[in-house]
């Protein structure tokens, strides 16, 4: 997740002129050609390193389908709502491939539907993560997850009606699709953590069973 803000910062500074998180979507990065754009709102396109933007679109949604297999066991409950958003998460990250894939300029109908899994199926994935989480994870996060979730869903309505309250498409967009990114920058940390303070417990058992 960290490669996509890093990757942002990179092709939003490229840009000869000023990239606005208000004023531009975020897909913007990731247009293949230089041109004006007259909806949703009019704004000139030009992002030189677009192709960097599309890869990193396409790493974050093999990363997250990755992440969301390989955590089955260790982050989710047993049974349908933990399958129900394992399913829906894992869809966002496909979302991601899809758009990485297929720019806004050059495939628009696939870089929508990359788009609606990501905002739709994933958001709906967080809500129905702070039931399907393991019973470890601590009640702050679940319940947290899935506060993120249903504030992701509603802004991501906003986006959609044009009503921006303020922050511009860029930003209300942004308030749509990043408590995905946050959340699950949140639990990779947190598994990091977990598994350096298990190592960190083992190692000392280890010595002494040599020793002894």
């Known amino acids: 997740m960290v490669q996509f803000f890093?990757?942002?910062?990179i092709a939003q500074s490229a840009w000869a002129r000023p990239y606005s998180w208000a004023r531009?979507?975020?897909?913007?990065?990731?247009?293949a050609h230089c041109a004006l754009q007259p909806e949703p709102e009019a704004r000139y396109i030009c992002s030189p390193e677009h192709a960097l933007m599309n890869a990193s679109f396409v790493a974050l949604g093999v990363l997250l389908v990755v992440?969301?297999?390989?955590?089955?066991?260790?982050?989710w409950r047993r049974g349908r709502p933990a399958a129900a958003a394992r399913v829906l998460l894992a869809g966002a990250g496909v979302g991601f491939v899809?758009?990485?894939?297929?720019?806004a300029d050059v495939n628009e109908n696939q870089h929508v539907v990359g788009a609606?899994?990501?905002m739709a199926a994933g958001n709906l994935g967080l809500v129905v993560a702070g039931v399907g989480l393991a019973e470890h994870v601590p009640l702050s996060?679940?319940?947290g997850t899935s506060l993120l979730g249903v504030t992701?869903?509603?802004?991501?309505?906003?986006f959609l009606s044009q009503h921006y309250l303020g922050l511009g498409m860029g930003g209300m967009e942004r308030v749509a699709l990043f408590p995905l990114l946050f959340w699950a920058l949140a639990v990779g940390v947190r598994g990091l953590v977990r598994r350096a303070g298990h190592m960190h417990e083992v190692m000392p058992s280890q010595r002494l069973s040599r020793t002894g």
């Not at 531009?24 to 247009?31: A, E, R, V």
């Not at 899809?98 to 720019?103: N, V």
């Not at 992701?152 to 906003?158: E, N, V």
């Open 141 to 143: 996060l679940r319940r």
């Open 24 to 31: 531009n979507n975020i897909s913007d990065l990731g247009n």
């Open 67 to 75: 992440g969301v297999v390989l955590t089955g066991g260790v982050l």
């Open 152 to 158: 992701a869903i509603t802004a991501f309505g906003l």
């Open 6 to 9: 890093v990757i942002h910062g």
């Open 116 to 118: 609606l899994f990501i």
């Open 98 to 103: 899809l758009a990485g894939l297929a720019p």
